[in-house]
């Protein structure tokens, strides 16, 4: 047991994604990603929008959305992600998932979140009470997201 007393109970997804835009408000990703531009002192926000499979036991199907980034001036970014999943058999539940990006020293950021799901869906209602956590890694330069989501 942890000292939150919270562990991991199953693995629920993993996510294998990648960007499909970007929206940039005044500071454009690439000069941020590569240091030639830091946040400005009120922050910076970028959205990235993305689209890929998602995959488990009991989970298959398209994911899609968009993350609604914060980037602070001291370059924490915070995420704020909406999306669908779309199940094999055409189900859609709405998901949400807040947390952080983290800088790694190879150039991929760390993935730290926390997700919630929603659908009306009879086969898909078990989704309505998990909390899952998720880690993973998302390459900025080649838009590539890789991540792995358990039930708490």
Known sequence: MSVTGIEPKELVYEVSAT????????VSMED?????????PQGMRIDIAFAGSISGERLNGTVSGVDYIAIRADGRAELHIHGTLTTADGANISFFAGGLALPHEDGHL??????????AHAEYEWVNNLAIWAVGAVNPMTGQISLKGYSV
């Not at 960007?19 to 005044?26: A, P, R, S």
């Not at 941020?32 to 400005?40: H, I, N, R, S, V």
């Open 19 to 26: 960007f499909t835009g970007v929206t940039e408000f005044g």
């Open 32 to 40: 941020f990603l590569t240091g030639q531009a830091a946040p400005p």
């Open 110 to 119: 760390e993935l730290r979140e926390h997700a919630v799901m929603s659908t």
